[in-house]
């Protein structure tokens, strides 16, 4: 039934899912899986999390407001974002492809009072599906049926400063899209101090440096935003999503305040963004990241990674890297990737298969150390699996 009335437009494996609780969720069939996708970085307090619950059950009785009007809690999480970033101001959408594209306008209009409308971004970097946000995407799978697309764009290699600055000389770019770590090309990390050189790459050459935190913000990676474990990044443009609200749509661009001005009333906009239930979920996220969450993350994220260098000490010749931070870890497979999903998948554990071969693991951020040793044993059961079929 389904098969005939919903698009094509997933590969979509053949379990219902019903309900959740924790990090566990639970098919038709009352068969229990360790999540260790979250919903691709999204459920970050995990399933039917209690303040969660309260959040959405006070919201009840004002869902939407239309945007001519405030509403409290998108007031209170504007003002909790906006210290957490320094001063920098607020705009709320849907979604991370939402956020890079009002973040790629921030770009354009600021840019064009000075002449300038190049963007650069990074190969192997993903922002989204929209036609704005696969022109910053330069995977040629995501873009080429959708050809031709907006203009003013070019990539340039991930890590790879001199190429960078020669093309800030070339262009003349309005600003430079990157994300703090690849999520979608495999977990790539960027190399130490790479980040702060490109934020004065930018600011050397007059133009905007806007990351894309839409999958390692809001505690992902142990801080709020993912380029934070490196001292001298000074974006001008963050964009968020995913786990903010933990599992409601949900997406913000924070600006600074001299760029944020750069777009006026009536030159974009939101019909569901900073809803009161959507911005009362969001606020439980901040409280609990607030009150302990970040070093709870730093924390099991070391357990996780310890885990993981184990089972590659116990498999050298089907994994080649672990890679990754707080809990946001990649596993480099010798062995073909969608195989050991599956395998993983058979034995009760959701994980992903990410580009270059990689295993991708994003457990809720509530994930607790018994879960984790759990969790990893069923994945060295599953690559031993694979391993024995040869």
């Known amino acids: 039934m389904w098969s005939d009335a919903m698009m094509k437009f997933y590969r979509r494996y053949p379990v219902v899912l019903a309900r959740g609780e924790g990090v566990t969720v639970y098919d038709e069939e009352g068969r229990s899986y360790f999540d260790f996708l979250a919903g691709i970085g999204v459920s970050s307090l995990g399933h039917n999390h209690p303040r969660v619950r309260t959040a959405i059950e006070e919201s009840m009785s004002l869902l939407h407001t239309s945007n001519w ?56 970097g993903f922002h989204g599906r929209t036609m704005g946000a696969m022109a910053l995407t330069p995977t040629p799978q995501y873009r080429d049926p959708f050809r031709p697309l907006p203009d003013g764009f070019s990539a340039v290699a991930y890590n790879d400063l001199a190429a960078l600055e020669s093309e800030l000389q070339k262009t003349q770019a309005a600003g430079v899209v990157l994300e703090p770590i690849q999520g979608e090309s495999g977990v790539v990390m960027a190399k130490p101090g790479y980040l702060r050189q490109v934020s004065e790459l930018c600011h050397a050459y007059d133009a905007l440096f806007m990351v894309d935190a839409v999958q390692t913000g809001m505690g992902r990676t142990g801080t709020w935003f993912g380029f934070e474990h490196e001292s001298g990044v000074s974006p001008d443009v ?24 750069a777009l006026r009333p009536g030159e974009h906009g939101t019909t569901f963004g900073g809803n009161p239930l959507a911005t009362s979920v969001a606020m439980v996220v901040v409280a609990w990241l607030e009150q302990g969450g970040l070093d709870h993350v730093k924390r099991v994220g070391k357990v996780l990674e310890d885990q993981l260098e184990a089972i590659k000490s116990r498999h050298p010749e089907s994994v080649g890297e672990v890679r990754g931070r707080g809990l946001m ?54 690559l031993a699996e694979v391993e024995g079929e040869g």
């Open 329 to 382: 870890w990649g596993m480099v497979l010798n062995l073909a990737n969608t195989r050991v999903v599956q395998r993983c998948l058979d034995r009760g554990l959701l994980v992903n298969a990410a580009g270059g071969n990689v295993l991708r693991l994003l457990p809720p951020l509530v994930v607790e150390q018994e879960d984790i040793i759990a969790a990893m044993a069923v994945l060295e059961q599953s």
């Open 69 to 124: 009007y405030w509403n409290r809690p998108a007031m209170s999480l504007a003002e909790k974002l906006s210290r957490i970033a320094e001063g920098m101001e607020v705009f709320f959408c849907n979604s991370g492809t939402e956020a890079n594209e009002a973040g790629l306008k921030l770009l354009r209009r600021f840019g064009s009072e000075r002449g300038r409308f190049h963007v650069i971004s990074m190969l192997g």
């Open 238 to 261: 963050i964009t968020l999503a995913k786990g903010l609200a933990a599992g409601v749509p949900v997406g913000a661009v924070l600006a600074r305040p001299t760029v944020a001005d």
